[in-house]
């Protein structure tokens, strides 16, 4: 009943987000880039790795009434990979202490529940003081109303590293405007981008 309860609060948490799409002003400063990730399993994740790619950063969490988006993330992953996408679940417990397993039962039920086979980092901060600095920029780069309000918030970055766009919780891995911007980006990527990618599977 707790956990339902819980889920509840979330949808209409997310349902009163002010904004579900923002994008980025034109005049940025640093790059995405500039940032790393500590990966589920304790290596390092930097975000200049996938240099020359788009990339989907988006806040997760296991007990969330959103939870089931992993579903929608892994069919964008699968769709546009070979095409320059990258998707990176990034497990935080900052909202409504929903993500409460530690990294190793994480990837167990990632994997387990809905076959996720894209990039996952530890449990990480993604709001207030102690957020990750990505997170920071981001909030600096799109404004507050851009910041996470609940899991499963979406960062679209582009090739170079600039952030494209924010969406909110309520747009679903499955939502027109985000396929949109997405393929937007992937236009964009070099046209050895999608040669390279296959080259990698």
């Not at 005049?27 to 500039?34: I, L, P, R, V, Y």
């Not at 929608?72 to 900052?94: A, E, K, T, Y």
């Not at 851009?146 to 899991?151: E, F, Q, T």
Request: hydrophobic fraction near 45%; aromatic fraction near 8%.
């Amino acid at each position: 009943m707790l956990r339902k309860a819980a889920q509840a609060v979330g949808a209409m948490v997310a349902v009163a987000a002010a904004s579900q799409v923002v994008l980025a002003d034109a005049k940025q400063t640093g790059s995405a880039h500039d940032f790393s990730f500590t990966a589920i399993d304790g290596k390092d994740l930097p975000l200049n790795a996938f240099a020359g790619k788009a990339v989907l950063v988006v806040n997760t969490a296991s007990l969330c009434g959103f939870t089931r988006q992993y579903e929608g993330l892994q069919s964008l992953w699968s769709r546009f990979q070979d095409r320059g996408l990258v998707v990176v679940g990034v497990p935080s417990n900052d909202f409504g202490g929903q993500e409460p397993k530690s990294e190793s039962e994480i990837a167990n039920f990632c994997k387990g529940a809905f076959g996720v086979t894209f990039p996952l980092t530890a449990k990480t901060n993604v709001r207030g003081p102690g957020a990750h600095p990505f997170y920071a920029w981001a909030k600096e780069m799109l404004g507050e109303d851009a910041a996470p309000r609940w899991n499963f918030h979406k960062y679209l970055i582009a090739g170079d590293g600039k952030l494209v766009a924010g969406f909110s919780t309520m747009v679903a891995p499955s939502a027109v405007e985000l396929k949109t911007a997405i393929e937007a980006e992937l236009k964009k990527l070099p046209k050895q981008s999608a040669a390279l990618n296959q080259a990698d599977q």
